[in-house]
């Protein structure tokens, strides 16, 4: 009888119909390589199991044609990097963007992504199940244990965790074998989750540090908050909202990122990336006269920033909020008893939505 991970990998597999194949030159011969089916792509898997309840993945993977991935889960936990990616994540829905960290705490039912068409998938993560971070874990540290699931959900999309970026690149490059390889990534697990925590704890108690900011203070950011609002497609003068503030710049800056959590221009940025992605979904603007429309004089700059922010350019954005919609009005239509058949026979034969389709269920 096969344990709850090798069976969460062998239907992922199966979605992607990958087999078994010969080691790829980098990566260590201990672990084992799954080729991806040539009709829907191109690339690998390379998987290493430490032992029945958990595992290193390192995957390289392109899509010929947006990839809709659907499979049941268990619960488990998942902590890794996205050197490259684009896609979704549903059920908590979340924006799959590169350069970021991967975390990811599943619980039993359906997992369901998409991963976009001609851009790399490539990403390291380590997979933990129950009877490692709960039954293992707790067996050994019974008097300091504390569940993991909390630390691990904090730190989804982070970008500033160098440490675990230099520990997964560690994993990347190990090439021991045999009795020396096991003991290797075993400590790995440990020192990842080690990090997790301590990132979690570090990262909560930041948030709880600080000065106090009085009622006045808040009030008058209210203002700030209201000016930028309403100004965020032109130049914002820092001295201008320190004055409508009424406070120097200097206490501006550390007030307003104690309140928001951001600084005033990663406020301002929010603001345009989120005008423009309203703009690239309901209108038929050009690119150049969105990025105009919020603020850029050059549709490059804005084209650079808009990724940076989504992991998208704007039109592979357009293209996806496209995908998406469809898919939501797919589970509208399914959901609510109504005529599914009468929907699919508006949609044309062959290509990704029709695929889709057959994998889809919202019931």
Known sequence: MKNQLEQMYEDIFSIKECVPDKPVEG?????????????????????????????????????????????????????????????????????????????????????????????????????????????????????????????????????????LLLVLNQIKNYMGTGMAAKLFYKSKVDEVISLVMHKAKELKMKKSSGRKVSGEDILALNSVVAYINDHFALKVNLGLLARIACMSPAKLRYTFK??????????????????????????????????KTIGYQKHVSFSEMFKKHTGLTPKE????????????????????????????????????????????SFK
């Open 258 to 291: 104690a309140v928001y959590g951001c600084t005033i221009s990663e406020y301002i940025q929010n603001k345009r990336i989120g005008q423009a992605e309203h703009l690239l979904l309901y209108t038929d603007l050009s690119i150049a006269q969105i990025a």
């Open 317 to 360: 954005y357009r293209k996806a909020c496209t995908d998406v919609s469809f898919i939501l009005k797919y589970a509208r239509v399914e959901s609510s008893g109504e005529n599914v058949q009468e929907f699919r026979s508006g949609i044309p034969n062959g290509g990704f939505y029709t695929t889709l389709c057959s994998h889809l």
């Open 27 to 163: 990566l260590n011969p201990e672990g084992k390589t799954f080729t991806i089916s040539p009709p829907i792509g191109q690339g690998y898997c390379w998987v290493y199991r430490c032992n029945e309840a958990a595992a290193v993945t390192i995957m390289k993977q392109t899509y010929y044609d947006d990839f809709y991935c659907q499979f049941n889960q268990p619960d488990f936990l998942c902590i890794g990097y996205y050197y490259s990616v684009s896609g979704e994540q549903f059920q908590p829905y979340r924006r799959l963007a590169s350069n970021t960290v991967q975390a990811y705490v599943g619980q039993r039912g359906v997992y369901r992504a998409i991963h976009h068409k001609d851009v790399p998938v490539h990403s390291i993560s380590i997979i933990i199940m129950p009877e490692y971070y709960e039954s293992y874990l707790q067996s050994r540290f019974s008097d300091t244990y504390e569940p993991p699931e909390e630390a691990f959900a904090s730190l989804s999309g982070i970008t500033e965790f160098p440490e």
